[in-house]
């Protein structure tokens, strides 16, 4: 329910690399016919009203606050990250609507429901899209549904949007990816394209875990009739923030830039509980840390009031991929994140700058009112090396990393002489008539943002594109 949107260069980069139409002063209105924003601090020429998705800013404590100041302290603005200023401290926004989740389900699709030309099949899993091998055009797809082997026809086009991460998975199942992998699984190749040549993903570390000396209620103890009713009447409170998530900060690293421009490179989120503030009922689980290392590592700080510091690092320089397990429809693809494998370690240096940067905000007087320090340290398997050095860091955050679930690019747009390109800036499969593919797998390049508000405007964009093309706009 986080709603960040990215920085105008990123979308100046999208455009630069050679798709027209997608340069920030080009996205922007798309931004704002989508929103339908009630976020006091932010910067109205930025925002929209009126459109599909409910935006609102997250409630924030005391503790949220006092990060904010922090930052400040450091000499950042208070900023809305939405708007060109996207370096400094600021309240989270959210995709809800009076405190409650606006999903882009609830938001675009239910108020269109009743449409008589639309039909939604749920329950139905698309194994493949049905391409005619002699004009190599699309014109249906094949799905299972109540155990039913069922197809489905296009008059005009098909389009696909299954995600970053199942998208190229039906492209590669239907003979449309690298002709190497399809050969091993017996598919026959009806267009060698680079499917699924680039991931990315943003790598984050959810589990550090610092001292307060405010005790804050868990979630568990929120579920009593006074928060619920205030909830349920005003649409505030705690209830409203999920995961606790509260404010953020977007930040430049002192590391060249490889991108060189006003796009941050890492990101520290705040939240007012931690790992250990439900003694690891379901956050461990969620992470996937091993029992006995969770209770070696945090066990002892049990019991504590806590919260959290995440980093997050804005433009890896990693690039993953994901390759076919066999033609069987319901056997997952097999993806490499590959995060921390740029040669020049430039991905692990800006975390460990990340991480440091974190420590600079517990030593900030808007901090220490609040006794916040990390406790979570050393960091198990880490002891034997130097706390606080390069090493000790690289070492902590082979443990510790882990995604953040913003996978992009597996199908990613660029002009055809760019050899990672899969669809062009029109969102078209190059090669393959009446296809599209519009989610996130065909963001071009990394992006300061969390990956639902770029899904919602590559939902626009591409919507006015279908329009256009059938000369109904
Ligand atoms: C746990 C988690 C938390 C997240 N939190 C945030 C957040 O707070 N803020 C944020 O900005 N981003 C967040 N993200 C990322 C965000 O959800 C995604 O970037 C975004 O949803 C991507 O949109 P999409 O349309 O590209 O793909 P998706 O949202 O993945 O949509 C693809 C759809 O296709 C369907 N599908 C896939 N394969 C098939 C098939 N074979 N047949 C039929 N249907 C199929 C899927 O069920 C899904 O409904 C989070 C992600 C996760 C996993």
């Known amino acids: 329910m986080v709603y960040v ?61 006092a990060f904010i100041q922090a930052g400040q302290e450091l000499g950042y603005p208070l900023t809305d990250y939405n708007s060109p200023q996207q370096i400094g401290f600021s309240p989270f926004q959210a995709t809800t609507r009076f405190g409650r989740r606006a999903s882009t389900a609830t938001s675009f699709l239910q108020p269109v429901l009743n449409r008589e030309n639309l039909d939604v099949l749920t329950g139905a899993r698309v194994t493949r899209i049905l391409i005619d091998p002699h004009t190599n055009r699309a014109y249906g797809v094949e799905y299972n549904r109540n155990d039913k082997k069922m197809t489905v026809r296009a008059n005009k086009e098909v389009i696909l949007c ?68 205030r909830w349920y009447k005003t649409g505030q409170g705690p209830l409203s923030a999920p995961i606790s998530s509260e404010a953020v900060a977007f930040l430049k690293s002192n590391h060249p830039n490889p991108l060189d421009g006003t796009s941050p490179d890492f990101e520290i989120v705040f939240v007012r509980q931690s790992l250990i503030s439900d003694n690891g009922a379901v956050g461990r689980r969620i992470l996937r840390i091993k029992q006995e290392y969770y209770q070696k590592m945090y066990g002892p700080l049990e019991g504590m009031p806590s919260i959290s510091m995440i980093p997050i690092l804005l433009h890896p320089k990693s690039v993953g991929c994901m390759k076919l397990k066999s033609a069987d429809p319901y056997d997952d693809p097999l993806f490499y994140a590959n995060y921390f494998s740029d040669p020049e370690n430039y991905d692990i240096r800006i975390m460990i700058e990340a991480i440091r940067f974190m420590l600079r905000l517990t030593e900030t007087e808007a901090f220490r009112k609040y006794d916040i320090r990390l406790i979570s340290d ?30 992009t690019s597996t199908c990613k747009m660029g002009p055809k002489h760019d050899e990672k390109a899969v669809v062009n800036h029109e969102l078209k499969v190059y090669g393959v008539g009446n296809l599209r593919v519009i989610d996130n797998s065909v963001i071009p390049v990394t992006l300061a943002a969390h990956t639902n508000a770029p899904a919602i405007l590559i939902g626009e964009v591409g919507s006015d594109m279908v329009k256009k093309d059938w000369g109904v706009l």
């Not at 990315?200 to 928060?227: G, I, R």
């Not at 002891?383 to 443990?399: I, K, M, R």
Request: proline letters at 7%; hydrophobic letters at 35%.
């Open 5 to 65: 949107r990215g920085n105008p260069d990123d979308y100046n980069r999208w455009a630069a690399q050679g798709n027209p139409g997608w340069s920030y002063e080009e996205v922007l209105p798309y931004f704002l016919k989508s929103e339908d924003a009630n976020i006091p601090l932010s910067d109205p020429n930025y925002h929209g009203t009126g459109g599909y998705q409910s935006t609102e800013s997250f409630y924030t404590t005391e503790l949220g606050n």
């Open 162 to 229: 299954a995600g970053a991460l199942q998208s190229p998975h039906l492209l590669m199942l239907s003979g449309v990816g690298p002709k190497e992998q399809l050969v091993k699984h017996g598919i026959k190749t009806l267009q060698d394209l680079p499917v699924g040549q680039t991931l990315y993903d943003h790598v984050a570390v959810f589990n550090f875990v610092f001292s307060t000396n405010v005790s804050m209620p868990s979630l568990p103890d929120l579920f009593n009739y006074d928060e619920l009713l």
């Open 378 to 407: 050393p960091v198990l398997g880490c002891e034997h090396l130097e706390y606080n050095s390069d090493e000790y860091w690289y070492c902590a955050l082979q443990f510790l990393a882990g995604s953040a679930y913003h996978q």
